[in-house]
């Protein structure tokens, strides 16, 4: 049996989004997060390097917090986060430990990624921390970042964690589960597009854009992290992160969600 790049892999970025994690007021979807924990630590059992990038944390702060809605305003935001990190740290901390896994967190903003010197330090630390088995848990230092060095969403920090650590897979856990031909909310017809060779003017027209099918639900910043991914080499694939089992589906070679092919791996 042919072996696939998912079945291989050794090394692999997953990225969880606050849907995934939360309940719509930001309070923790607690049998969401178990069951990804679960996944993740047998993964990690079965000899998989991870790295998680989670968002969740200006979501789940807002619940702590008990705010009516998302805030808008930057302190209000960074605030959240500041809380909301915290507490998703805690909860990630508590339920690997019931699987004797370790936890770190690791949170960036772009002038530390695009910085030779700062870059090569948490590359370092990556390394140090996978060579322990320790879990890195990946997310945007929300709290400082502003305007000027803000990545902005998780998808594009995820690729470029996926780049930084020379990954050999990006799993992004989604509330959808795939790429679709039409926004399957609105078009009964819409399919699920299996893999993906190349990211050309129709699948970035599938992705967001005006007039565009998928415009809302996070496709476009999901196409920017598959190139991304792509040009270093590095197969992405979307499932969706309601059914954190789908990992094991993809792992084990079945065609599950969307696959982005890698192209050549830069060396
Ligand atoms: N860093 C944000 C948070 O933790 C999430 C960004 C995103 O979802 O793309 O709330």
Request: aromatic share 4%; with cysteine; hydrophobic share 40%.
């Amino acid at each position: 049996m042919n072996e696939n790049c998912f079945q291989k892999a050794k090394r692999v970025v997953v990225k969880v989004g606050t849907t995934t994690l939360t309940h719509a007021g930001g309070s923790v979807n607690i049998r969401g997060v178990e069951r990804l924990v679960k996944t993740l630590a047998d993964l990690k059992n079965a000899s998989r390097e991870l790295v998680l990038v989670s968002s969740g944390a200006i979501a789940v702060g807002m619940g702590a917090i008990g705010l009516p809605q998302r805030p808008y305003d930057i302190p209000s935001k960074q605030a959240a986060a500041a809380v909301g990190q915290c507490e998703l740290m805690y909860l990630y901390d508590k339920l690997f430990s019931e699987y004797n896994h370790n936890v770190s967190q690791v949170l960036l903003t772009r002038d530390v990624v695009e910085d030779e010197h700062r870059k090569q330090n948490v590359i370092n630390t990556f390394e140090r921390l996978l060579e322990w088995g320790v879990l890195p848990i990946v997310n945007e230092n929300d709290t400082v970042s502003y305007e000027e060095i803000v990545i902005g969403d998780n998808d594009t920090l995820s690729a470029i964690v996926a780049k930084l650590v020379r990954a050999d897979a990006l799993v992004l856990l989604s509330d959808i589960d795939g790429l679709y031909t039409a926004d399957p909310r609105e078009d009964p017809n819409a399919q699920l597009i299996p893999v993906v060779e190349e990211i050309d003017e129709r699948i970035l027209s599938l992705a967001g854009g005006s007039g565009s099918a998928l415009g809302t639900g996070g496709m476009v910043t999901k196409i920017h992290a598959a190139q991304i991914a792509g040009e270093a080499g590095i197969d992405m694939a979307i499932l969706n992160g309601s059914n954190p089992g789908l990992l094991y589906d993809l792992f084990d070679g079945k065609a599950v969600g969307t696959h982005f092919k890698g192209g050549k791996k830069h060396v």
